[in-house]
Nanobody
Framework: QVQLVESGGGLVQAGGSLRLSCAASGSIFSIKAMGWYRQAPGKQRELVATITSGGNTDYGDSVKGRFTVSRDNTKNTVYLQMNSLKPEDTAVHYC??????????????WGQGTQVTVSS
């Protein structure tokens, strides 16, 4: 019922920047939180950054100080500005959202994932 569409992934050299976007659509009463997680080959999926409806943010330790998460509630969109990228950032990045439905149920949705590759 809710779809998350990601864009902005790609190939970049170390030290470069990328901006990811994730737009949510569908039967959404309100957004509780949206954010980004990533998974590299052979590693567990880890938190990158999240932002709540109140504007509170949370960052993974490995990206703190380099990445910035933001939102546009009017567009149901969350962004991830990634600066000073490192090869260790190479991973599939997944958009995540927690949405309150019209039946007062909180549902968790994931995007299809977008590849971020940082070359040495």
């Amino acid at each position: 019922q809710v779809q998350l569409v990601e864009s902005g992934g790609g190939l970049v050299q170390a030290g470069g920047s990328l901006r990811l976007s994730c737009a949510a659509s569908g039967s959404i009463f309100s957004i509780k939180a949206m954010g980004w997680y990533r998974q590299a080959p052979g590693k567990q999926r880890e938190l990158v950054a999240t932002i709540t409806s109140g504007g509170n943010t949370d960052y993974g330790d490995s990206v703190k100080g380099r990445f910035t998460v933001s939102r546009d509630n009017t567009k149901n969109t969350v962004y991830l500005q990634m600066n000073s990228l490192k090869p260790e950032d190479t991973a599939v990045h997944y958009c995540n959202g927690q949405f309150l439905s019209f039946s007062s149920i909180v549902n968790n949705y994931w995007g299809q994932g977008t590849q971020v590759t940082v070359s040495s």
